[in-house]
């Protein structure tokens, strides 16, 4: 997904329904409060994409930020603080549930990433209950490797080199935290981490709890009809990863 950055998206609409695309209407009305309502979701190109070699910025670039709210405290750790691991303790639960051979979700890029973490101090001073995975790159700096490289060609967000650009990635919540405090605490710490690093362009993978997207077509749909990116922002997937599925018409949704 693609969020382009709008400082006019104040104003938001709550609203939920029980029907799938309005609550998609109903999150990316949300989510205009740090984007605009502008949104990627992989599955739609034909274009191929090599892995990229890693090559990460220096940590001198990177602004923290903490906060405290009632019980939480928000804020951004990078290895080597322990903190990392209990959050990919999570994001393991969050992802693999199932798979009993590991107890973490890591990989290279973890080492070189600032982790927006949600902790619940009423239970321990490391008891993380939600997280982010966030890469930034500094307006006029030069390129460097992204996860979502792995799946999209996203070679149109280095053409303008006086943007600064954010990949988030990795978001999960703890399953007894799933009723919007935890979420709300990650988006607000997501924003003042952009406005302090003077973000001008997010960016990241997203996904559906399956690899079958005709279950998801209707959902599918409705983002690509509504929610493509600008053409100078466009990111295609690599055809090996390409969704296919019924497309529908707006009155189909």
């Known amino acids: 997904m693609v969020f382009q950055l709008k400082a006019k998206n104040k104003k938001l609409n709550h609203g939920f329904s029980k029907n799938k695309p309005n609550r998609f209407r109903s999150i990316f009305t949300k989510v205009?409060?740090?984007?605009?309502?502008?949104?990627?979701?992989k599955g739609w190109s034909?274009?191929?994409?090599?892995?990229?070699?890693?090559?990460?910025?220096?940590?001198?670039?990177?602004?923290?930020i903490e906060f405290s709210f009632s019980n939480f405290i928000v804020k951004t750790v990078k290895e080597p603080d322990p903190i990392v691991s209990k959050s990919k303790e999570l994001r393991h639960k969050s992802f693999f549930k199932d798979n009993k051979n590991q107890t973490k979700d890591s990989d290279?890029?973890?080492?070189?990433?600032d982790h927006l973490v949600v902790i619940d101090k009423s239970i321990s001073d490391n008891y993380v209950v939600g997280s982010y995975r966030l890469l930034l790159?500094?307006?006029?700096?030069?390129?460097i490797s992204f996860y979502s490289e792995s799946e999209f060609n996203i070679d149109k967000l280095f053409k303008n080199q006086n943007l600064s650009l954010m990949e988030a990635g990795r978001s999960c919540v703890h399953k007894d935290y799933r009723d919007g405090r935890i979420i709300k605490l990650l988006w607000r710490g997501l924003a003042s981490y952009i406005l302090i690093n003077k973000v001008d362009l997010i960016f990241g993978c997203a996904s559906f709890p399956s690899s079958n997207s005709q279950l998801f077509a209707k959902e599918l749909s409705y983002l690509n009809s509504n929610h493509r990116p600008p053409k100078n922002f466009s990111c295609h997937p690599i055809a090996r990863l390409r969704a296919n599925y019924k497309r529908y018409?707006?009155?189909?949704?």
């Open 32 to 41: 205009k409060v740090v984007a605009k309502n502008v949104i990627y979701v």
């Open 46 to 64: 034909k274009s191929l994409v090599e892995n990229k070699t890693i090559n990460f910025l220096s940590k001198k670039y990177r602004n923290n």
């Open 108 to 113: 290279k890029f973890d080492d070189y990433c």
């Open 137 to 143: 790159k500094p307006k006029n700096k030069r390129r």
């Open 249 to 253: 018409k707006g009155n189909e949704y």
